[in-house]
């Protein structure tokens, strides 16, 4: 038989001992008599009395957490439950809200009706409230000291405060350069600059990723505001030192100024994020502040991000082709593909609807894959067909800078021509100048395995960037598209013939093909063709069009109508 232990006095002095030490507090629920005894370390916590009741207790616990709270210790009083372990905040002595963990179990008389339930409380606002990786209070902490600032303004009529929503632009692909943990080091530095910035008693948290929150006490007006934001963004202007690389992030910082309107932290902290979505669409990235109707706006964007990635999977997306044609000879020599959404409720969307939205979210990935897979089959397509115009034709498709910076594009675009069994030379990839700016090192990896794959390179609006000499020797394209704005105006504007007649004998120089864009008159036509320009597109020869209206397009004769004489070199 084992010997029975029995308890001693100096037994329950230890457990005294240990119970003063401890820094969590101790309870015990009698539900028979309804009453509900804390210990020192509880009451010191809470301000309630040794002997109380559960309904003073529930009456200090958060309303969006009573609820749950008290099903579950319904659950224990009817003895469905043996155990709780529930995180709930609590109103302290000094009023602000506290995170505790309650931990409990039930004991029994012997014909099994629930008497007691005993436990303890941890307060765990500390690891609750905070950051682990800045150490800057979270959401849930803004959120509590937010809540507060706007009760003390309707307490008080003091409504001299603003939030600020604040994110690191392109923080993903910074960290994808410094890899995981050199990002993280960014976003510790990011808070620390941050924070020794702040008067007091404002509080700059971390809400998620690169995604700060500040509230900035003590601003009267919102150029006060915009002042300290501004400024903010200045301070980020010098350069942060990690892994051996100089980083000098751009921030974006939208502004809510505290009014009346404000009833719950949520709302405010909504038109922040309503107005940093706008700032972070300024280029360069910059201030914003909220105005009316900015949130109906967010939500519309959300919106539509949610059909576009619908529309992506679900074949809501077009297909238009304007082709390109040989301007000694009449001939159409390939199309450019044009993406067009054919939106269930608003009808047919031109890119500038979506594609902005896309390269924002990152959809432009999967919305470029599908469209490089379908300009590759419709060209296969046509081609099977008995238009003798089609047999040769090349097809252009764009490429943003997301996908650019894509690894494995070059994989991509093979497997793509291999699944179509297009021939590499059938094919042409168009950027902009601007693509190539965000990652170039990444990019020109990439053209250059395109190159060797045997794919044609197109540089679009040639002549609008500030670097355009310098990408054509780093980068290997073999055509050049002159821009719109300057065949508008060749026929009566001398700089842009100038301009489009410099852009002609560079390309000459470089061995490289050309194609002049938006070509809308017979005379813009005449003017390109006595400067020797080789090829061209425009409303002129045909607007965008659907796959069947190319093939209408071609057979009933409209192509051939069109009055392009040959010029003498093109008979040469």
């Given at each position: 038989m084992p010997q029975q232990v029995t308890q001693t006095g100096d037994d329950w002095y230890r457990y005294a001992l240990a119970l003063e030490a401890s820094e969590e507090g101790f309870w015990d629920w009698d539900i028979v008599a309804e009453r509900l005894w804390v210990s020192a370390r509880l009451q010191s916590m809470t301000g309630l009395d040794a002997c109380s009741t559960l309904d003073a207790w529930l009456d200090r616990v958060h309303p969006h957490d009573k609820?749950?709270?008290?099903?579950?210790?319904?659950?224990?009083?009817?003895?469905?439950?043996?155990?709780?372990?529930?995180?709930?905040?609590?109103?302290?002595?000094?009023?602000?809200?506290?995170?505790v963990q309650m931990r409990g179990v039930i004991s029994r008389e012997p014909s099994g009706r629930v008497t007691h339930v005993a436990g303890c409380l941890r307060d765990i606002t500390a690891c609750r409230m905070a950051d682990a990786l800045t150490g800057l209070p979270n959401r849930i902490s803004f959120v509590d000291r937010l809540e507060r600032r706007i009760e003390q303004g309707f307490r008080h009529a003091d409504w001299d405060f603003a939030v600020l929503s604040v994110t690191l632009d392109r923080f993903e692909k910074i960290s994808e350069t410094l890899g995981?943990?050199?990002?993280?080091?960014?976003?510790?530095?990011?808070?620390?600059?941050?924070?020794?910035?702040?008067?007091?008693?404002?509080?700059?948290?971390?809400?998620?990723?690169?995604?700060?929150?500040?509230?900035?006490?003590?601003?009267?007006?919102?150029?006060?505001?915009?002042r300290f934001?501004?400024?903010?963004?200045?301070?980020?202007?010098?350069?942060?030192?990690?892994?051996?690389h100089t980083i000098v992030p751009q921030l974006a910082i939208g502004i809510a100024q505290a009014g009346m309107l404000y009833t719950h932290p949520e709302e405010i902290m909504a038109d922040a994020e309503s107005a940093l979505a706008h700032a972070r669409r300024q280029e360069p990235p910059g201030v914003a502040f909220y105005s009316d109707g900015m949130r109906?706006?967010?939500?519309?964007?959300?919106?539509?991000?949610?059909?576009?990635?619908?529309?992506?999977?679900?074949?809501?997306?077009?297909?238009?082709?304007?082709?390109?044609?040989?301007?000694?000879?009449?001939?159409?020599?390939?199309f450019e593909a044009l993406v067009r959404w054919n939106h269930l409720r608003r009808g047919l969307l031109p890119p500038s609807e979506f594609i902005p939205l896309a390269e924002e979210t990152g959809l432009i990935v999967p919305l470029g894959a599908w469209g490089l897979a379908e300009a590759c089959r419709q060209l296969v397509e046509w081609r099977r067909g008995p238009c003798e115009q089609l047999q040769k034709a090349r097809v252009s498709v764009n490429l943003s800078a997301r996908q650019l910076e894509q690894p494995g594009l070059s994989e991509h675009v093979r497997q793509v021509l291999a699944r179509t069994r297009l021939s590499p030379q059938s094919l042409r990839i168009e950027v902009t100048e601007s693509s190539l700016i965000s990652d170039a090192p990444a990019a020109q990896k990439n053209m250059h395995a395109l190159e060797k794959l045997g794919v044609g390179l197109h540089m679009d609006d040639f002549g609008t960037g500030y670097s355009s000499l310098d990408y054509l020797q780093r980068f290997p394209f073999d055509t050049l598209k002159i821009d719109r704005s300057f065949v508008q105006g060749i026929v009566y504007d001398r700089d842009s013939r100038l301009i489009v007649d410099s852009i002609l004998s560079l390309a000459r120089s470089f061995g490289l093909?050309?194609?002049?864009?938006?070509?809308?008159?017979?005379?813009?036509?005449?003017?390109?063709?006595?400067?020797?320009?080789?090829?061209?597109?425009?409303?002129?020869?045909?607007?965008?069009?659907?796959?069947?209206?190319?093939?209408?397009?071609?057979?009933?004769?409209?192509?051939?109508?069109?009055?392009?004489?040959?010029?003498?070199l093109a008979q040469a």
């Open positions: 609820p749950r709270l008290e099903i579950e210790l319904l659950a224990l009083r009817r003895g469905k439950a043996q155990r709780i372990a529930n995180e709930h905040r609590v109103r302290s002595l000094d009023g602000a809200w506290r995170w995981s943990s050199g990002g993280e080091r960014l976003l510790i530095e990011t808070a620390a600059r941050l924070q020794s910035r702040l008067p007091e008693p404002s509080l700059a948290a971390r809400l998620m990723g690169a995604e700060f929150m500040i509230l900035l006490d003590g601003v009267h007006s919102e150029s006060e505001a915009a934001a501004a400024q903010t963004i200045e301070a980020f202007r010098e350069p942060f030192t990690l892994r051996h109906e706006r967010a939500v519309e964007r959300l919106e539509l991000e949610a059909e576009l990635e619908r529309a992506i999977r679900s074949g809501e997306l077009v297909m238009f082709y304007q082709p390109e044609v040989d301007l000694r000879t009449n001939r159409i020599i390939g093909d050309v194609v002049a864009e938006g070509i809308e008159d017979a005379d813009q036509l005449e003017q390109l063709k006595t400067m020797g320009c080789p090829c061209g597109q425009g409303f002129y020869f045909a607007q965008p069009m659907a796959p069947n209206a190319i093939d209408d397009f071609i057979r009933t004769g409209a192509w051939g109508s069109l009055s392009i004489v040959p010029t003498p």
